[in-house]
């Protein structure tokens, strides 16, 4: 039984855009070149309905929920009412979000659709609306919600058109607050790193991403990708891109060379979210991607099959990575991008807060919505295990889909690396958080790459990543989560 969760910074982005529509044009939305950035204040069948022929006289009664003449709303409202049917309840919900003026018109309808009061406001009635995945939208929804992005920002159609194919529910697809695509999170491709001897912009303290692979080691500081939430980059000879959502709190490392294509794909941020999670899209194709899950959702890609290989990456702080590895690069300031890089100088309230700024359902569990977990997948399995495991740093013998794992983390820097566990238990070799003790009474040494024992032994680093709580359980949700006795 999932939960009402609070949604943090929803009234400010309502405030934001109603304010668009009062001063706008005769459909009262805003023209592109005023939305600059976002306000900082799982996988389901398709729906199907929409991609049928469009039925125009329901996508004109959707786009007149918009306008600000009075008498053509209420037409529409009362055409809608009148038709009894409840496949309009998802353009109402939408309506909901951008007209606060007439939101109780939006309600008196959504009620007699319904027969259920959600509240008063519009994250109320999406969490009704995914928790209500029988509600089929009416054909034509694809071509209506394409037309209402593409006044905040043409670039919305290159990802949401009549006939789109997707596997989610496009009535959850919702806009991120900013320009679609690189206009409004410019993905960082390819950009320059500088020596940490050069890196005095960093604190001590300051958590970064950290990937080392073949000798090629690097690290992402957090209050630059905050920032642009992606990059692309050649590591140690592999391509990949750093998916990164804000929103849910996770990293992930994926691969970007796919079989059959010669050149790697180069994904940046659409602007549109799915349950508090970001879409992420490929150059190539324009298709939607799940960030959580590595699969497309939405595009031409939907139901290729096509799932993203991750890799090892970890969160710690500059002074841990920098010292753990002298070597490494880092990210220059010098991004191409003008942008406020100082600490906290983005999403601290979001960050600071237990509550999320756009609306997703949160299971119900031993975690409190944004709990941080560290997630791991193999083939036909899936876990999480609580952040506060690793509090002042500990090592975790686990097993995951009928494979041995151990991971070893400090909770204080949001730090967790997973390694094959080899049939051992091991445990801190007398308090040095770089050598540990297995069961067998062997010495094995930590490295970014593998634990290695004696003569050779390698148990090798395996992927994983931190998460909010609410995030694991929205796209892992069969995922079981580690007890703590």
Known sequence: MARRIGVFSVLAVLI?????????????????????????????????????????????????LFTNDFATRNAALEAIRARGNIDMVPALVMAMRYREDARYEYISVLKDLTGDD????????????ESHPDVMPFAGFDLFKSDILATVDP??????????????????????????????????????????????????????????IDGDTRAYPLRLMNWHEMFNDTIGGVDLALAYCTLC??????????????????????????????????????????QFTGRPVVGELTGSGI????????????????????????????????????????????????????????KDGPQEAKDFVFGMTVPGAEKAWPLTLFEGGAVVNDTVGGHDVVLIGDAATRTVRAYEGGDLDFEFFEG??????????????????????????????QPGHIAYWFAWTSFRSQAPVFEVE
């Open 16 to 64: 934001l855009v109603i304010s668009w529509f009062v001063i706008g044009g005769d459909k009262g939305l805003p023209e592109p070149d005023t939305v600059a950035q976002r306000d900082q204040s799982t996988d389901i069948s398709p729906t199907g309905a929409e991609l049928g022929q469009p039925d125009e006289a329901l996508v004109e009664h959707g786009r007149n």
């Open 118 to 129: 959600a509240g008063t406001d519009w994250p109320a009635w999406m969490l009704w609306q």
């Open 155 to 212: 670039g919305y159609r290159d990802f949401i058109y009549q006939g789109v194919a997707h596997n989610i529910r496009l009535e959850e697809a919702v806009w991120g607050g900013v320009r679609a695509g690189s206009n409004g999170i410019p993905p960082l491709n390819f950009s320059a790193q500088i020596s940490a001897d050069e890196a005095t912009y960093l604190n001590d303290d300051d958590l970064v991403f950290g990937i080392s």
């Open 249 to 290: 709190g996770s990293g992930i490392l994926y691969e970007t060379k796919l079989d059959g294509r010669a050149e790697p794909m180069i994904f940046g941020s659409s602007g549109l979210l799915y349950r508090s999670n970001k879409l992420m899209y490929d150059y190539a194709t324009n298709s939607l991607w799940n």
């Open 307 to 362: 799932e993203l290989k991750t890799r090892p990456v970890l969160i710690t702080s500059w002074a841990a990575w920098s010292e753990k590895h002298p070597e490494t690069t880092v990210l220059s300031l010098e991004t191409g991008h003008t942008r406020d890089y100082s600490p906290g100088a983005i999403y601290a309230d979001y960050f600071d807060s237990p509550d999320l700024m756009f609306p997703a359902q949160v």
């Open 432 to 461: 040095n958080d770089e050598l540990l003790a297995a069961d067998n009474g062997s010495q094995w040494t930590l490295t970014e790459d593998q634990l290695t024992g004696p003569d050779g032994q390698a148990l090798i680093r």
